[in-house]
């Protein structure tokens, strides 16, 4: 999964590049392991037009190993606070992330 990392603090942030939140417009693309922790979620039951066809679906607030949080959908088993997610794929601008059960990622990275 592809985030950007400022050159010249150091911070990490999981949407696209710019400037980051220190002034500095030297940020460049890196890779992050795509692993998470469930910050918040909630399940939709009304959406955009362009979104009714996948109602209902979760959505949650995540932090990225790495340090940035993200908001994504969520495919497959629901999650709660606290759960270990891992990126799946990208649709549409859409990050999709799912319940990480089994995988070696630990709460102790983030």
């Not at 009304?46 to 979760?58: I, R, S, V």
Request: with cysteine.
């Amino acid at each position: 999964m592809k985030a950007y990392r400022c050159s010249a603090c150091g911070q990490t942030t999981a949407n696209g590049p710019g400037r980051c939140h220190c002034g500095s417009e030297a940020v460049e693309p890196v890779e992050i392991s795509g692993c998470g922790t469930v910050y918040s979620w909630t399940t939709l039951h009304a959406a955009a037009e362009p979104f009714e066809k996948d109602l209902p679906f979760q959505i949650a607030i995540i932090q990225l190993a790495e340090g940035p949080r993200l908001t994504v959908r969520i495919e497959g088993a629901r999650v709660k606070v606290d759960d270990e997610v891992r990126f799946v794929r990208e649709r549409d601008g859409a990050k999709f992330f799912s319940l990480a059960s089994g995988d070696s990622f630990s709460k102790q990275q983030v």
